[in-house]
C-alpha cells in the first residue's frame, strides 16, 4: 500500500520553456504532499509542502512564482517549472504520506523526474 | 528538528551483514528513528523505523541504543542491489501531523562488493 507515482520519469526542455510534473497517490489521499529537488552527489533540498485546496507553503529561497505548484485533488500534486534554465536542471522528487496510519509512520516517494533544461 | 550523524560512505561484501551506524545525540523523546534508503536516480525508499525497541522487517533491523543516542541498521545480507545511500532521520511523532517536514542529511553511500 502507499504508491506515490511520478511522471515524467525525464524531461528534456528548452530554456524559456515550462515543465509540468505530476505526482499521483494511488491507493490512499494524500492532503500533504511533499517536493523536494536534488543535485547531483548532494541530499533531499525540500522546496515546498503541497497542501489540498490551499495554497502550497515554500520554502525559503524558493520561488513560488517559478515553481507553481497545484493541488487540486486529494490524489494529485503537479509541479510547473516555469520559464526553466539550465541551473534548474535537477532530479525533482515528491513524497506523500498516508493520513489514515499513525503519525509516526514513514513517507513514500515518487520515483523522481530527471529534468534537463538545454 | 534533531540532527543525525552518519559516515560518508561505507563498504561490504555480497552476502555478509552491514552495520550501518547513525547518531543522534540531541534525539527528544517524541523523536521516532526513521530509515530511508536512496537507489541512484531513485526516489527515496522507507526501510524501517523505530522509537525504542529493536525492530525487524523484511528489509532490515534496526537497533537502538538503550539511551536512544544512536541507532544502527542491520542488513542481514547485503546484495548488489543493496547498494545505495541511506539516510538517517528523526521525525517527532508527537507534533504537526502530515506536515512534519524531514531534514536529510547526506547519509552514507553503502558500495557492495560481489
Known amino acids: 500500500g502507499a504508491v506515490v507515482s511520478q511522471h515524467p520519469s525525464r524531461v528534456i526542455c528548452k530554456s524559456g520553456t515550462s515543465v509540468k510534473i505530476e505526482c499521483r497517490s494511488l491507493?490512499?489521499?494524500?492532503?500533504?504532499m511533499f517536493w523536494y529537488r536534488q543535485f547531483p552527489k548532494q541530499s533531499l533540498m525540500l522546496m515546498a509542502t503541497s497542501n489540498e485546496g490551499s495554497k502550497a507553503t515554500y520554502e525559503q529561497g524558493v520561488e513560488k512564482d517559478k515553481f507553481l505548484i497545484n493541488h487540486a485533488s486529494l490524489t494529485l500534486s503537479t509541479l510547473t517549472v516555469t520559464s526553466a534554465h539550465p541551473e534548474d536542471s535537477s532530479f525533482y522528487i515528491c513524497s506523500a504520506r498516508d493520513p489514515l496510519r499513525a503519525p509516526h509512520h514513514g513517507y513514500t516517494f515518487g520515483s523522481g523526474t530527471r529534468l534537463t533544461v538545454v | 528538528d534533531a540532527k543525525t550523524t552518519q559516515p560518508n560512505s561505507m563498504e561490504s561484501n555480497e552476502e555478509e551483514p552491514v552495520h550501518l551506524p547513525c547518531n543522534h545525540s540531541?534525539?527528544?523523546?517524541?523523536?521516532?528513528i526513521h530509515w530511508y534508503r536512496q537507489l541512484p536516480s531513485q526516489g527515496p525508499e522507507y526501510v524501517i523505523h523505530?522509537?525504542?525497541?529493536?525492530v525487524n522487517n523484511r528489509m532490515a533491523s534496526l537497533a537502538i541504543a538503550e539511551d536512544r543516542k544512536s541507532s544502527t541498521l542491520i542488513l542481514h545480507r547485503a546484495t548488489l542491489r543493496d547498494a545505495a545511500v541511506y539516510y538517517c532521520?528523526?521525525?517527532?511523532?508527537?507534533?504537526?501531523?502530515?506536515?512534519?517536514?524531514?531534514?536529510w542529511g547526506l547519509g552514507t553511500s553503502l558500495a557492495v562488493n560481489p
Open positions: 540531541t534525539i527528544s523523546g517524541t523523536d521516532y
Open positions: 532521520i528523526l521525525r517527532d511523532g508527537g507534533r504537526g501531523g502530515n506536515n512534519r517536514k524531514l531534514i
Open positions: 491507493d490512499f489521499q494524500a492532503t500533504t
Open positions: 523505530g522509537l525504542t525497541s529493536n
